[in-house]
């Protein structure tokens, strides 16, 4: 099982900064199959990214993915209030398909 | 636009089943593929089971043997039955459209199970 570690576990920045969530995996993860999640309190995930790099519909440019192999990157160019959130990574490159443990981005 | 809307969540004791269901609209239900996602209370996500448009069905280890994965095309609902129920299923249980064993492009709202005596 392909273990995914995100750092930090908490981020703290204020609406306007540019976050980097980082997301690291135990082994390579195939054809850089791995997937970004937003969820915020109460709420369902909602895909943010996959294939490492593509933004799924209705995600504005603003987010962006990135990385490959073990190592991923998700970069939020400048927060908006509406960002603060926790990101969680997940790999579809081998079976079982798994999760990162979070990042929360939250309001410095 | 595309809904999916999970029910049956409740308190059960430990050793005991419950059926949760998941309704869903806005898309073609039989060309898709589904899946379970689990979230314990604070903690982050599992997967769960799988299920093909064709029937096919895949589970995590931690629910192999006791969890069933089911779809009812006809009716566009997916079911999950849960028996032998563990404190360890405790969870927001989500329903997921699964992009061909891959990602989850969208989810529902969940359901919260509560297995404790």
């Known amino acids: 099982e392909i273990v995914l570690t995100q750092s930090p576990d908490t981020l703290s920045l204020s609406p306007g900064e540019r976050a980097t969530l980082s997301c690291r995996a135990s082994?390579?993860?195939?054809?850089?199959?791995l997937a970004w999640y937003q969820q915020k309190p109460g709420q369902a995930p909602r895909l943010l990214i996959y294939?490492?790099?593509s933004r799924a519909t209705g995600i504005p440019d603003r987010f962006s993915g990135s990385g490959s192999g073990t190592d991923f990157t998700l970069t939020i160019s400048r927060l908006e209030p509406e960002d603060f959130a926790v990101y969680y990574c997940q790999q579809y490159g081998s079976s079982p398909r798994t999760f990162g443990q979070g990042t929360k981005v939250e309001i410095k | 636009q595309v809904q999916l809307v999970e029910s049956g969540g409740d308190l059960v004791k430990p050793g005991g089943s419950l059926r949760l269901s998941c309704e869903v609209s806005g898309f073609t239900f039989s060309d898709y593929y589904m899946s379970w996602i689990r979230q314990a209370p604070g903690k982050g996500l599992e997967w769960v089971s799988y299920?093909?448009?064709?029937?096919?069905?895949i589970y995590a280890d931690s629910v192999k043997g006791r969890f069933t994965i089911s779809r009812d095309n006809g009716r566009n609902s997916l079911s999950l039955q849960m028996n032998s129920l563990r404190a360890e299923d405790t969870a927001v249980y989500f329903c997921?459209?699964?992009?061909?064993?891959?990602?989850?492009?969208?989810w529902g709202q969940g359901t919260l199970v509560t297995v404790s005596s």
């Open positions: 082994q390579s993860v195939s054809i850089n199959y």
């Open positions: 997921a459209r699964d992009r061909g064993f891959t990602y989850f492009d969208y």
């Open positions: 299920i093909s448009s064709s029937g096919r069905t």
């Open positions: 294939g490492a790099s």
